[in-house]
C-alpha cells in the first residue's frame, strides 16, 4: 500500500515512518520544491503539481493508497478542493471544517470540558489585555497584543490599511492569558482504543521570543511569527489534567463530529503559574512541532520500547487496522 502526503509542514516525518512500517511512499510536490524533496531515499514516487487543482488530481490518481493531512494542506490547497479529495484520508476527514471555524473550534473545547480563554466578539467589549488573531493557519503573521479597546481598534485599522483583512468579523479577540505556552501533542488510536501523548513543544517565535535578550529599556511591540519549534517535558503533575483534557475532547469528537478523532491532535495551551492548563487552539492533525522527534519523544518511549515518530505512529496505526481488516476505521 501507498502512504501519500503533501510536500511541507511534516511531511518527510510522516513518509520516513511509513517507510520505516513497510508502506511504498509518495510526495505529492510544487515542481518548485521537487529538487529538496529528492534528496530522501524514502520517498518512492513523486507526483509534481503545477496548480492546486492538478495536486487534486494527483491524488485521486493514486491507487491502493492512503493520504495522510497535515498543517499545510487546507492553508496551501484550500478547503473546497480538499473537499474533493476521493482518496481515503487517514484521520477524520469531518473535522476540517470545524478546524478552520474558529468559533466551532473553540465550542469543541468547551464541550470538553476543557478551560479556554476568554473570547471578545466585538473590540468594543475588550476590558482587559488580549492577543488579536488572523484567521487560519498564517504562522502567527499579524498577531498584535492589545492592552485595551484603543490599542484593539488601532491595531485592527493598521491591518485593514495593509489589506490583510477584509473585515473585522475575521480576527480572533482572546483574552491573553499570562503564563508559558506549552503545545500537548495527543494520538487517539482506535485500534488500541487508547490516548497516547507523543510529545510536548513550545513554537519558538520572532520576535517575542527575543525580546528578553534585550536590555530592558529598550521597548519593542511583541509580534509572533512562528520561526521553529522547542522540545519541552512537563512537571509530571500537570499531565493527568492534560490526559483528561485530551481523552475529553476524544469523546467530545465521537458524538458532536463523528467518528470523532482519530490519530494526532494537539492542544495548543497556555500553563499559568497556578499550573492551570487554558487551551487557546486545538489541532486536529499532526503538529509541525511532532517534527522535534522522528526518533521518539520522552513521552513515546513510555508506550513503545521503539523510536516512533508521529508520522512512524501514523504507519503503525494503518498497519494494525489492516492486520484487523478494519482500515475504514481510521480513513474517512
Ligand atoms: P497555528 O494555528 O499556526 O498552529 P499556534 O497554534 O501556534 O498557531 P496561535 O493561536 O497562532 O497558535 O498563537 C500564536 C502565539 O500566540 C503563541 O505563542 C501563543 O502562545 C500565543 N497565544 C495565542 N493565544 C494566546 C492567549 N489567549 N494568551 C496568551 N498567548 C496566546
Redesign the pocket.
Known amino acids: 500500500m501507498l502512504l501519500l502526503t503533501l510536500a511541507s509542514h511534516s511531511s518527510l516525518q510522516i513518509l520516513h515512518g511509513a517507510k520505516r512500517e513497510g508502506f511504498e511512499t509518495g510526495i505529492v510536490v510544487n515542481g518548485k520544491r521537487e529538487g529538496f524533496y529528492r534528496r530522501f531515499s524514502f520517498i518512492d514516487n513523486f507526483y509534481v503539481y503545477s496548480s492546486e487543482d492538478e495536486a487534486v488530481e494527483k491524488i485521486n490518481g493514486t491507487s491502493n493508497s492512503v493520504f495522510v493531512p497535515h ?1 499545510s494542506l487546507i492553508e496551501y490547497i484550500g478547503m473546497e478542493r480538499v473537499s474533493r479529495i476521493r482518496t481515503p484520508i487517514f484521520g477524520n476527514r469531518n473535522l476540517f471544517p470545524w478546524e478552520s471555524n474558529q468559533s466551532k473550534k473553540m465550542k469543541l473545547l468547551e464541550l470538553s470540558n476543557i478551560k479556554t ?1 476568554m473570547k471578545f466578539e466585538n473590540p468594543e467589549d475588550v476590558d482587559r489585555m ?2 488579536v ?1 488572523l484567521p ?5 503573521r499579524g ?1 498584535f497584543i492589545g492592552r485595551n479597546k484603543q490599542e484593539v481598534k488601532e491595531g485592527i485599522r493598521r491591518l485593514q490599511e495593509k489589506g490583510l483583512i477584509n473585515n473585522v468579523e475575521e480576527l ?1 479577540i ?6 508559558i ?1 506549552m ?1 500537548f501533542q495527543f494520538f487517539y488510536s482506535p485500534m488500541l482504543q487508547r490516548v497516547e501523548m507523543t510529545g510536548i513543544d513550545i ?1 519558538y ?1 520572532t520576535n ?1 521570543d527575543g525580546l528578553r535578550r534585550l536590555p530592558s529599556d529598550i521597548k519593542a511591540e511583541p509580534t ?1 511569527v ?1 520561526a521553529g519549534n522547542i522540545p519541552a517535558v512537563a512537571r509530571e503533575s500537570i499531565l493527568p489534567s492534560v490526559y483528561e483534557y485530551a481523552e475529553n475532547f476524544v469523546k467530545t469528537t465521537k458524538n458532536v463530529v463523528p467518528p470523532g478523532a482519530i490519530g494526532p491532535f ?1 492542544l ?1 495551551s ?1 500553563v499559568t503559574d497556578t499550573l492551570d492548563v ?1 487551551v ?2 486545538f ?1 486536529g492533525r499532526i ?2 512541532g511532532t517534527n522535534l522527534y522522528v526518533d521518539g519523544s520522552p513521552y513515546s518511549w513510555l508506550y513503545w520500547d521503539e523510536p516512533m515518530s508521529v508520522g512512524r505512529r501514523i504507519g503503525r496505526e494503518i498497519n494494525l487496522a489492516i492486520q484487523k481488516n478494519r482500515l475504514n476505521e481510521v480513513t474517512t
Open positions: 498543517g480563554p488580549v492577543i488573531k487560519g493557519a498564517k504562522g502567527g498577531y480572533i482572546q483574552e491573553y492569558v499570562i503564563g505556552p503545545y513554537r517565535e517575542v509572533f512562528v494537539c495548543e497556555i487554558v487557546f487552539e489541532s503538529v509541525a
